[in-house]
């Protein structure tokens, strides 16, 4: 079984700034995949960045990038320089055995001109 | 083109109502999913399914069976529906690589908001 845990309910930044989403995770596997996804208030589900566990390198998708703690079970987004088009809602999941995702809570980003 | 597309988009019944949601991939995946958004928004994955074959069931009340009549096609069927099923529900779909984790992302349909009176 595995856990996410992301403990920010709400933040919020001025456009342009620098913002950081903390998550969590727990599992017990070796091979694992953690991703961000975005759902804006068109409830869509959108890919943000991922990362595989096994890669010690941080993955960075434009003005998103991630910093992965493999032994602290940390998977925090940055996102840089923000738009207001950032505003939503920010899901951490981790991915393991045939295709289940675990979500966490969520956290409301909001992006303030 | 729609890569997940998910049919209704809205869907309102009564309390003891059966109804069914309809989902559609036209990415050439072999599995695909449901998950469901609660008034939280707490996403939980219910069902999985690679190949028309169930490989997650997740603790689901009998009430609600997924049909899969090909592997681009998912459909989720619900009896008796109860206020608490009240949520929005979410198809994805992704593809795997036989005896490995799944490595690439799931992509989601649009959601269907499910509201029981």
């Known amino acids: 079984a595995q856990t996410v845990t992301q403990s920010q309910p709400e933040m919020s930044v001025q456009e342009a700034e620098t913002v950081t989403l903390s998550c969590t995770y727990d599992?017990?596997?070796?091979?694992?995949?953690l991703f961000w996804y975005k759902q804006p208030p068109s409830r869509q589900m959108i890919l943000v960045i991922r990362?595989?566990?096994?890669?010690?390198q941080n993955a960075t998708e434009n003005r998103f990038s991630v910093n992965f703690q493999k032994a602290a079970k940390s998977f925090s987004l940055k996102i840089s320089d923000s738009q207001l088009g950032d505003t939503a809602m920010y899901f951490c999941?981790?991915?393991?055995?045939?295709?289940?995702?675990?979500f966490g809570q969520g956290t409301i980003l909001t992006v303030h001109p | 083109d729609t890569a997940v597309s998910q049919t209704p988009k809205y869907l309102v019944t009564q309390m003891g109502n059966d109804k069914s949601i309809k989902c559609e991939q036209n990415l050439g995946h072999d599995t695909m999913y449901w998950y469901k958004q609660d008034s939280k928004k707490f996403l939980k994955i219910m069902f999985s399914y690679n190949n028309k074959e169930l490989i997650i069931n997740e603790t689901v009340p009998n009430r609600f069976s997924p049909k899969s009549p090909d592997k681009a096609h998912l459909n989720l069927h619900i009896n008796s529906l109860e206020l608490g099923d009240s949520a929005v529900y979410f198809c994805a779909s992704s593809q795997t690589t036989v005896g490995r984790p799944v490595v690439s992302e799931q992509f989601f349909g649009p959601g269907t908001r499910l509201t029981v009176l």
């Open positions: 990362q595989e566990a096994y890669k010690q």
């Open positions: 999941a981790v991915f393991t055995s045939y295709g289940k995702l675990t």
């Open positions: 599992t017990s596997e070796n091979n694992y995949y």
